[in-house]
Nanobody
Framework: QVQLVESGGGLAQAGGSLRLSCVVSGRTFSRLTMGWFRQAPGKEREFITAISWIGGKTAYADSRFIISRDNAKNTVYLQMNSLKPEDTAVYYC???????????????????WGQGTQVTVSS
């Protein structure tokens, strides 16, 4: 059974930074393409960034957020900088198996999901 467990959320001040982590178990992490999404109350889940399983190809919706992965630790990270109150949301990591270097954009393209971690940014 594949499990994704996020951590690192919490309260931050506007202009500050947070780093989220997502540890994956139950599947060979190095073969997974990973993504980060967020969902604010009353809004749809939206893409933040993704990183391919090989080659380190990345895609971003916002350059303030940087994705990285450590295959030795089965972990993907989301470094969030210059935070704004509108970044307040539940943040999710997601995983999928791809045969190419693509970095999927839509939630429906991901197979596995974490439970989410709350990020609240105060002004």
């Amino acid at each position: 059974q594949v499990q994704l467990v996020e951590s690192g959320g919490g309260l931050a001040q506007a202009g500050g930074s947070l780093r989220l982590s997502c540890v994956v178990s139950g599947r060979t992490f190095s073969r997974l393409t990973m993504g980060w999404f967020r969902q604010a109350p009353g809004k749809e889940r939206e893409f933040i960034t993704a990183i391919s399983w090989i080659g380190g190809k990345t895609a971003y919706a916002d350059s303030r957020f940087i994705i990285s992965r450590d295959n030795a630790k089965n972990t993907v990270y989301l470094q969030m900088n210059s935070l704004k109150p509108e970044d307040t949301a539940v943040y999710y990591c997601a995983a999928t198996v791809r045969t190419d270097y693509s970095t999927p954009y839509y939630p429906r393209e991901y197979t596995y999901w974490g439970q989410g971690t709350q990020v609240t940014v105060s002004s």
